[in-house]
């Protein structure tokens, strides 16, 4: 069984709708961020502090493990996109699905400022959904627009993966 990849800018609904998946689904969740934390004792923002580059290694050999599941719901970090080969282990096993959520949207219910890549402020996150926007819809095999309750952006994942069969 295939995994269900989550893909899209930071405060899309990734993390809430892998969940609800997972439960609608009966699957098991994998969070990559949360892995990571786990895997090497770090917070997110203290992988940054190292560096960009050591948080984007380790956010890597996350991809790389998470690639050898079956049927898992796995909710990715927005930066993920930034490395082909992390999408290239993503996509082994997985169906990538992009949650293309309006920022405007994620602006009035997301606390950005506990985001270590959006201290300089809201406009950041527009900057970022500029430069990430044609990579997620390159590496998605299917993109959501969550601008809809995450009930219903779930009953929506949920159609597309029974309709294309991906549960085979």
Do not use: W
């Amino acid at each position: 069984m295939k995994n269900i990849v989550l893909i899209g800018i930071m405060g899309c609904g990734k993390t809430t709708l892998s969940r609800m998946l997972g439960e609608k689904l009966n699957r098991p969740v994998i969070d990559i961020d949360e892995y990571i934390v786990e895997k090497y004792h770090q917070t997110i923002p203290e992988m940054f502090e190292v560096s960009e580059t050591y948080f984007r290694n380790n956010e890597t050999a996350g991809c790389k493990d998470v690639s050898d599941l079956n049927g898992h719901i796995i909710s990715t970090g927005g930066g993920v996109v930034l490395r082909p080969e992390n999408i290239k282990y993503l996509k082994q096993n997985g169906i990538i699905i992009y949650i293309d959520r309006p920022i405007d949207n994620i602006l009035t219910d997301v606390q950005v400022t506990s985001r270590p890549l959006l201290k300089e402020g809201p406009q950041k996150l527009y900057e970022l959904d500029k430069q990430r926007h044609q990579l997620y819809l390159e590496a998605c095999d299917h993109r959501i627009v969550n601008d809809d309750t995450l009930e219903n952006i779930t009953d929506k994942i949920i159609e597309l993966i029974t309709k294309n069969k991906f549960e085979d």
